[in-house]
């Protein structure tokens, strides 16, 4: 394996083509979120192997990506945070039940929006969440602001809730893409102070 190559760096690619510019960039892409190893190394990332991308999976501390093998060939994907349409058939568990919080992080900047007008997917596929105040997956570090939800009333009235495969709590929200303020159950700053939501 070639040395001073910069993972960081081939992570950050990784993630944008495989969630967000597989389309854009011409790169073939699944219902599923693969895409063929030898496409990416061969339009997209010169200078990097497929040894190269392997080392970017196994120490990836969120587990963002899956490779697989497949046929002799070599696929990868990122297992959430999509904003490309196409991608519907990720491995995802249907959530009938939870025994633990289901939390957004979000930032004192966005609160005053949020509380107006709901927790939106913005771009993505759906809105992410952690389960439970877990900073390795699904909750930012630097978050200041943590979410509740209230799954069970938010599951009575259809929304739908999934696990994705590296642990991320994902819903698409109602049709307008909005998880309303009324399925907040509670809502903390970083230093346990509680947020008013009216």
Same mark, same amino acid.
């Given at each position: 394996?070639a &040395?001073?190559?910069?993972?960081?760096c081939?992570g950050k690619?990784?993630?944008?083509?495989?969630?967000h510019?597989a389309?854009?960039? #011409?790169l073939?892409?699944?219902?599923d979120?693969?895409?063929?190893v030898d496409?990416? %190394?061969?339009?997209?990332l010169h200078?990097?192997?497929l040894e190269?991308?392997?080392k970017?999976v196994e120490?990836?501390?969120?587990?963002r990506?899956?490779?697989?093998e497949?046929n002799?060939?070599?696929e990868?994907?990122a297992?959430q945070?999509?904003?490309?349409?196409?991608?519907?058939?990720l491995?995802l568990?249907?959530?009938? &039940?939870v025994?633990f919080?289901?939390?957004? #992080?979000t930032y004192?900047?966005?609160?005053?929006?949020?509380? %107006?007008?709901?927790?939106?997917?913005m771009r &993505?596929?759906h809105?992410?969440?952690?389960?439970g %105040?877990?900073f390795t997956?699904?909750? &930012?570090?630097?978050a200041?602001?943590?979410i509740?939800?209230?799954?069970?009333k938010?599951?009575r009235d259809?929304?739908?809730f999934?696990e994705?495969?590296n642990e991320?709590i994902?819903?698409?929200?109602?049709?307008? #893409?909005?998880i309303?303020?009324?399925?907040?159950?509670?809502?903390?700053?970083?230093?346990?102070?509680?947020?008013?939501?009216y």
């Amino acid at each position: 394996m070639a &040395r001073n190559k910069d993972y960081t760096c081939l992570g950050k690619k990784l993630s944008y083509l495989l969630r967000h510019g597989a389309i854009k960039e #011409g790169l073939p892409i699944k219902a599923d979120g693969f895409v063929p190893v030898d496409q990416l %190394l061969s339009k997209k990332l010169h200078g990097y192997t497929l040894e190269d991308i392997k080392k970017v999976v196994e120490t990836n501390d969120k587990k963002r990506f899956v490779l697989s093998e497949n046929n002799g060939t070599w696929e990868i994907k990122a297992t959430q945070g999509h904003s490309i349409n196409e991608i519907n058939n990720l491995s995802l568990k249907p959530l009938d &039940r939870v025994d633990f919080d289901i939390i957004h #992080g979000t930032y004192y900047r966005n609160w005053e929006n949020i509380k %107006l007008r709901g927790l939106s997917c913005m771009r &993505r596929n759906h809105i992410h969440f952690s389960k439970g %105040l877990n900073f390795t997956c699904g909750l &930012r570090k630097s978050a200041d602001v943590y979410i509740y939800i209230d799954f069970e009333k938010a599951k009575r009235d259809g929304l739908k809730f999934f696990e994705s495969e590296n642990e991320i709590i994902l819903c698409a929200g109602n049709d307008k #893409g909005i998880i309303e303020r009324k399925y907040f159950l509670k809502v903390y700053s970083k230093n346990g102070k509680i947020l008013n939501l009216y």
